[in-house]
């Protein structure tokens, strides 16, 4: 079947944000605005095919709730985790879904709608909505990362958004901080989303627990390691407790030195922190921004501004509207 083309008439574009939990598909004007929206478990654990599913599904349900049909949409644009091959439309390889192993993405979604469809990574497409219409508008060089259970990144350089010869461009959570630090899930040591991603903030919090120290988190997690989260973390930061704010400046040091070498690497004028994680704000922010105004040197500190992700959960939809929004602008 040949590429379908975008659809400059139409007034709506959808955008796909693909979790590992749940998928989100949205119904934009061509500002960016969210209309509707519609979500769907991503049954990651039946595999990417049906997790394909569930978005066609939801997308019925958003142009349904908005009272349109596939003639009123521009494009499709979706974010979907891994690595691709985004020009045919193919997820080479997605760690969180069973069986992720070269799946047609596109495709699929063309032939139900009719309407021209297009993919990146997730975080690529969060760095395409946090530049246009978050934190980094007006910006023509801007590095995101995200923050969460891994760490991601995305990189736009005199305006445009790098990928690299194989979409590995900024693959910025394997970058090693510590040769002789933790294993990382990609197999290598000291990567530093193993430093400063979501199982080391809680293994930190665990181990100073369960060391006996008095703490809120204790209390919170009803005395149960188990149950600690990087949110419960930072909410007893932010109230004052002395081991979770320790816990911040710990994890805080780690972001910090990671933040410090992308400066180096891609001299941005400015570094927007998104995902979860980042929501702990300044009781994290803070210590990595200490860190960066010490190390930074080569390409100074100054040079870039360090700020939070302005679009929150609406980061994923928003950027996929922008990568069709991109190739009606290109015409293709």
């Known amino acids: 079947m040949p590429k379908l083309k975008p659809n400059p008439d139409a007034p709506y574009i959808a955008g796909v944000d693909i979790g590992g939990t749940n998928v989100r598909a949205g119904i934009l004007d061509r500002e960016a605005h969210i209309l509707r929206d519609a979500r769907r478990p991503a049954l990651a654990e039946a595999g990417m095919p049906k997790t394909i599913e569930q978005v066609a599904d939801a997308l019925r349900e958003a142009m349904s709730d908005h009272g349109i049909t596939p003639k009123d949409l521009a494009g499709i644009g979706m974010g979907v985790p891994g690595r691709h091959d985004s020009e045919r439309g193919i997820c080479l390889y997605s760690p969180n879904f069973a069986n992720a192993y070269d799946v047609p993405v596109t495709a699929p979604i063309e032939q139900e709608f009719g309407v021209a469809t297009y993919m990146l990574n997730d975080v690529k497409t969060a760095t395409l909505g946090e530049h246009r219409f978050g934190a980094g508008r007006g910006a023509r060089h801007m590095v995101m990362i995200t923050l969460g259970t891994g760490i991601g990144g995305g990189v736009i350089s005199d305006g445009e958004l790098r990928l690299g010869s194989t979409e590995g461009f900024s693959e910025v959570g394997h970058m090693v901080i510590d040769v002789d630090g933790p294993e990382c899930g990609c197999g290598d040591h000291g990567c530093w989303e193993a430093l400063a991603g979501r199982d080391a903030i809680i293994e930190r919090a665990a181990i100073k627990l369960q060391s006996g120290r008095p703490s809120k988190l204790a209390e919170r997690v009803e005395f149960d390691v188990a149950r600690i989260t990087p949110a419960l973390i930072a909410e007893c930061a932010n109230a004052g407790d002395a081991l979770c704010l320790e816990v911040m400046a710990e994890i805080g040091h780690y972001v910090g030195v990671g933040l410090t070498n992308l400066i180096q690497l891609y001299n941005p004028e400015v ?44 980061a994923g939809v928003v950027g996929a509207s922008v990568l069709v929004m991109r190739h009606l602008e290109r015409g293709r």
């Open 271 to 314: 570094l927007v922190v998104g995902g979860g994680i980042a929501q702990a704000g300044d009781v994290l922010l803070g210590a990595a921004r200490r860190v960066v105004a010490a190390r930074a040197r080569m390409v100074p500190a100054g040079t870039a501004r360090i700020v939070p992700a302005e679009l929150g959960d609406d």
